[in-house]
């Protein structure tokens, strides 16, 4: 499955952005999903995960009760909602998938076999 991730953008510490990643050529109803972040100078973190029919959805402790994924299978998309943003959340946003992957590996981004390019958020002190 191919991924375009989309909505990044320049934001003030306290606001919201929503990022959208819509996949083409797979199933993606099919797959679980995922985003992760990657800061200058650091490694590609875990953000959160949903299961492939958003049964279970897990979070990051840095961004639970601030974040929340979501998908539409219909329009084969998936969601991040990023809302009190802090500018230790400035990164770049990738979005992943893959086809069932283990409880115990749905925090490594090595699970999953589908990038996204990314897109870049800024949060502004």
């Known amino acids: 499955v191919q991924l375009q991730a989309f909505g990044g953008g320049l934001v003030q510490a306290g606001g919201s952005l929503r990022l959208s990643c819509a996949a083409a050529?797979?199933?993606?109803?099919?797959?679980?999903v995922a985003w992760f972040r990657q800061a200058p100078g650091k490694e590609r973190e875990f953000v959160s995960a949903m299961r492939w029919n958003g049964g279970h959805t897990y979070y990051a402790d840095s961004v639970k009760g601030r974040f929340t994924i979501s998908r539409d299978n219909t329009k084969t998309t998936m969601f991040l909602q990023m809302n009190s943003l802090k500018p230790e959340d400035s990164a770049v946003y990738y979005c992943?998938?893959?086809?069932?992957?283990?409880?115990?590996?749905?925090?490594?981004?090595?699970?999953?076999?589908?990038w996204g390019q990314g897109t870049l958020v800024t949060v502004s002190s």
């Open positions: 050529g797979g199933t993606f109803s099919r797959y679980d």
């Open positions: 992943a998938a893959t086809s069932r992957v283990i409880l115990s590996a749905v925090r490594i981004a090595s699970s999953y076999a589908s």
